[in-house]
C-alpha cells in the first residue's frame, strides 16, 4: 500500500544558535504494508540523504534527519493525475508563515 510520510531535516550551520537553523519539511512516497513500516523506511531513506554543504559564505551547513512527521496511507489503489497525496489543516499563523517568501541570510 502506498504511504506519504513527512520528513523533518534541520540544517545547521557552524557557529550558530539552534534557533537559527533552517529546516527542510519533505513528503516521500513510499510503499509499506502499514503506517509503522511506512515510517521507518522514510527515516531510512531520509538519514541516508545526511550531508554537509559549504555554502557561499564559507560556512558548513549540516542537513540531518530530525524526525518523522505525518504518515498517510493513500486510499486509492491506483496513483493517477489528480490523486491527493497529501493535506493537512493549518492555523492562521502557519498558513501566512508558509506563504511568506523564505529569507535567505
Known sequence: MWHT?????QGAREGQRPEEDIWEERIVLIDAEDA???AKLARELTE????????????????RFSHV??????DEGELKSGT???SRFLK???ARSL???FEDS
Not at 5 to 9: R, W
Not at 48 to 63: F, K, P
Not at 69 to 74: D, S
Request: aromatic fraction near 8%; charge should be negative.
Open 92 to 94: 492562521d499563523s502557519e
Open 48 to 63: 541516508a540523504d545526511s550531508l554537509d554543504v559549504l555554502t557561499i559564505s564559507g560556512h558548513t551547513l549540516r542537513w
Open 69 to 74: 512527521g505525518q504518515v498517510c496511507a493513500l
Open 99 to 101: 506563504m511568506r517568501p
Open 84 to 86: 491527493e497525496l497529501w
Open 5 to 9: 510520510v513527512a520528513v523533518y531535516l
Open 36 to 38: 509503522a513500516e511506512a
